[in-house]
C-alpha cells in the first residue's frame, strides 16, 4: 500500500508543476490537448517496424520540457513506471518472428527485435507526451479542454471527480489496509478472504460519501448542470502553436527524417573526403618549401 | 425578517429499516439566535439537521423556515435560505479548485459572472482563506479545509447557518480562530457539538436531544448545571465548570 500512497504523492507532484508560468503554461489547455493527440496518433499510426522514424519525435518532448522547466528525471521516472506493461506485451515479438530484417556485420536482427524495440519506442514517447501535458496543464484543465472541445459534460464530470477523490480513496484504503496488516502480526492475516470484506468495506463506505457529496450538492442548488465559469481564450499564440506542431509532426510523419538526415550526413562526408583528399595529394606532390 | 426562523413541530423520523431516529421533536428559534443541538452518538442530532434542509422528508410533522413551510416546491428556496455545513469538508469540497467550490452555489442560483466572482471573494476573505483560492482541495490543511467549506455555504448569502461538529479535528489553536470567526456571524445559527466549551461560548441556547426526542431546551448554562439531566443522556459537563483536576476545587489553581 506505500507503494499506491507514494503513486499518489508522485501525483500531487504532478499536479503540482501546473502550477508554474512558462510560455508553455500559460498556452489554452485545448491546444495542448490537440498537440498532444495529434503527437499521439502520428507516433502511433507509425509502422510496427519503424524503428528510425520515430527517432525525431523525441524533439517534442525535449522541447516542451525544456521550455516549461519541468524536471526531467522526475518524468522519466514516470514513465519507467509502464515500462513493466510494455514488457509484457511486446516480449513475445521476439520469439515468434524471427526473420532476419537488419544485418549488423555477423549480427542479424529479427524483426521481432525491431517491432519490440518499436513498441517500447512508442509507449515512452506517447506515456511521456501524456504526462507532459498533465504537468503543464492540469488534469482539470485537461478534462474542461476536452469538454469545451465536445467531450459530454458527464464524461468531463466523472473524470474530475474520479480525479478529486482518488486521494480520499487512497488514503481511506491505506489507513484500512495499514489495520489490517498491524493485526495480521507480519504473516499473511487471513490472506485473501479478509481483503474481500476490506474491499467491500471501502466500496460501501464510499458509497455513503458519495451520498453526502450529493447532499453538499443539493444544498447548494444543485439541479443537474454543471457550471465551469472558466474564461481563457484561443488566440494567435495557440493558433501557431497547434498548427506550428501539427506540421511537425506530420512532415515527420511522411518523411523519414532520419533516412533524410543520414543520407544528409553521408553526401557532406563524401564531399568532405573527397576535399580533403585533394588537399593531401595536393600537398604531398607539393610541398611546402619550410627553411 | 422573519426569513431568519425556524420552527419544528412533532417532527418524526422513522428510517426504512424500522428505526425511530427522532420522535415528537419541537421547537422554535428566532431570528439572531445561536443555539446547539447536543447529545450522545446517535441521539438524532444528524437526522435532525438533515430535516433542515429538506434532504430527509419527514415521516410526520412540520418544518417551517420563515414563513415558507418545508415542502417539495419550496425546497430551492429553503436551499438557499439555510446555509449547511457538513462534518466531513471532504465532501463539501467537491470541486478541482477552492474557487469553483466557493463559486458553485453561486453559479447554480444563475448569478452573472461578475457577481459570483465579488461573492466568491468576499466569502474567502470573510473566513481569511483568500490566498487559498487557486488551491486543489486535497492539498489544504483540516483547519483550511474547515474554512473553504464554511465560505462556499456564505457565498449562497443564507440567513440562517447549520453546522454538524463545526469544530471536529482541529488543533486547539484553528478551533479558536474558528470560534471567534463564527462568533461574529449575525445569522442564526445551530450547531451540533460534542465540544460543550464551545457550546458554552457560542450559544446562549441549548437543545438537549436522547433517544430521537427532546430532553431539555433552555438556557446553555442552566442545562449544563443539571447534573442529573446531563447524566441521563450520557453527556458530561464542559471542562470549564468541572472542578479542577488537580486539587478537585472550583477555583483555579496557581
Known amino acids: 500500500m506505500a507503494s499506491i500512497q507514494s503513486a499518489v504523492l508522485d501525483l500531487k507532484r504532478l499536479d503540482l508543476l501546473a502550477n508554474g508560468d512558462s510560455s508553455i503554461h500559460r498556452l489554452d489547455a485545448r491546444a495542448k490537448v490537440l498537440v498532444t493527440l495529434v503527437f499521439i496518433l502520428s507516433v502511433v499510426s507509425c509502422n510496427r517496424y519503424e524503428l528510425s522514424a520515430l527517432v525525431p519525435f523525441f524533439i517534442f518532448p525535449v522541447v516542451m520540457i525544456s521550455l516549461a522547466g519541468l524536471p526531467p528525471l522526475f518524468i522519466l521516472r514516470k514513465i519507467t513506471l509502464i515500462c513493466p506493461f510494455v514488457l509484457a506485451v511486446g516480449i513475445f515479438n521476439p520469439v515468434f518472428d524471427r526473420e532476419i530484417l537488419l544485418q549488423l556485420g555477423p549480427l542479424g536482427i529479427s524483426g521481432g527485435w525491431i517491432s519490440f524495440a518499436s513498441i517500447l519506442t512508442r509507449s515512452i514517447l506517447t506515456v511521456g507526451a501524456a504526462l507532459i501535458l498533465v504537468g503543464v496543464t492540469g488534469f482539470t484543465a485537461v478534462c474542461q479542454a476536452l469538454e469545451r472541445l465536445g467531450m459530454p459534460q458527464v464524461f468531463a464530470v466523472q473524470l474530475l471527480f474520479l480525479y478529486r477523490y482518488i486521494f480520499v480513496l487512497t488514503e481511506e484504503s491505506g489507513r484500512a489496509s495499514r489495520a489490517r496488516e498491524l493485526r495480521s502480526c507480519g504473516r499473511k492475516g487471513q490472506g485473501i478472504r479478509s481483503f474481500g470484506s476490506l474491499t467491500g468495506h471501502l466500496l460501501l463506505r464510499t458509497w455513503q460519501r458519495a451520498e453526502r457529496i450529493h447532499m453538499a450538492m443539493l444544498a447548494r442548488g444543485f439541479s443537474g448542470e454543471f457550471h465551469t465559469g472558466r474564461r481563457s481564450r484561443f488566440g494567435a499564440p495557440e493558433f501557431s502553436f497547434v498548427l506550428g506542431w501539427s506540421a511537425i509532426f506530420i512532415t515527420l510523419r511522411l518523411q523519414n527524417a532520419t533516412q533524410f538526415l543520414g543520407s544528409l550526413i553521408i553526401v557532406s562526408y563524401r564531399l568532405f573526403s573527397a576535399f580533403f583528399l585533394q588537399k593531401i595529394i595536393w600537398l604531398t606532390h607539393f610541398p611546402v618549401y619550410q627553411g | ?254
Request: net charge negative; charged share 25%.
Open chain 2, 1 to 254: 425578517m422573519s426569513h431568519h426562523i425556524v420552527e419544528v413541530k412533532n417532527l418524526r423520523h422513522v428510517y426504512p429499516d424500522g428505526t425511530v431516529a427522532l420522535n415528537d421533536v419541537s421547537f422554535r428559534i428566532t431570528h439572531g439566535e445561536s443555539v446547539a443541538v447536543i447529545g450522545a452518538n446517535g441521539a438524532g442530532k444528524s437526522t435532525l439537521l438533515q430535516h433542515l434542509n429538506g434532504y430527509l422528508a419527514a415521516t410526520s410533522g412540520d418544518i417551517r423556515i420563515g414563513d415558507t413551510p418545508l415542502t417539495r416546491a419550496t425546497l430551492p428556496d429553503i436551499r438557499r435560505t439555510v446555509g449547511m455545513v457538513f462534518q466531513d469538508p471532504d465532501d463539501q469540497l467537491f470541486m478541482p479548485t477552492v474557487f469553483d467550490d466557493v463559486a458553485f452555489g453561486p453559479l447554480n442560483l444563475g448569478l452573472p459572472e461578475e457577481d459570483v466572482d465579488r461573492r466568491v471573494t468576499e466569502s474567502l476573505a470573510l473566513v481569511g482563506a483568500g490566498h487559498l483560492k487557486r488551491k486543489p482541495p486535497y492539498h489544504l490543511s483540516s483547519g483550511e479545509k474547515r474554512r473553504a467549506a464554511i465560505a462556499t455555504v456564505l457565498a449562497m448569502s443564507p440567513d440562517i447557518l447549520v453546522m454538524d461538529e463545526p469544530t471536529s479535528g482541529l488543533d486547539p489553536f484553528a478551533r479558536r480562530q474558528l470560534m471567534a470567526l463564527l462568533k461574529e456571524f449575525r445569522h442564526t445559527k445551530i450547531f451540533t457539538s460534542h465540544d460543550l466549551d464551545m457550546v458554552l461560548e457560542l450559544c446562549e441556547r441549548t437543545i438537549v436531544l436522547h433517544a430521537g426526542v427532546v430532553r431539555a431546551d433552555g438556557p446553555t448554562r442552566e442545562i449544563f448545571s443539571n447534573d442529573a439531566l446531563l447524566a441521563g443522556c450520557c453527556l458530561e459537563k464542559p471542562f470549564s465548570m468541572q472542578n479542577c483536576p488537580a486539587c478537585g476545587t472550583r477555583k483555579s489553581c496557581p
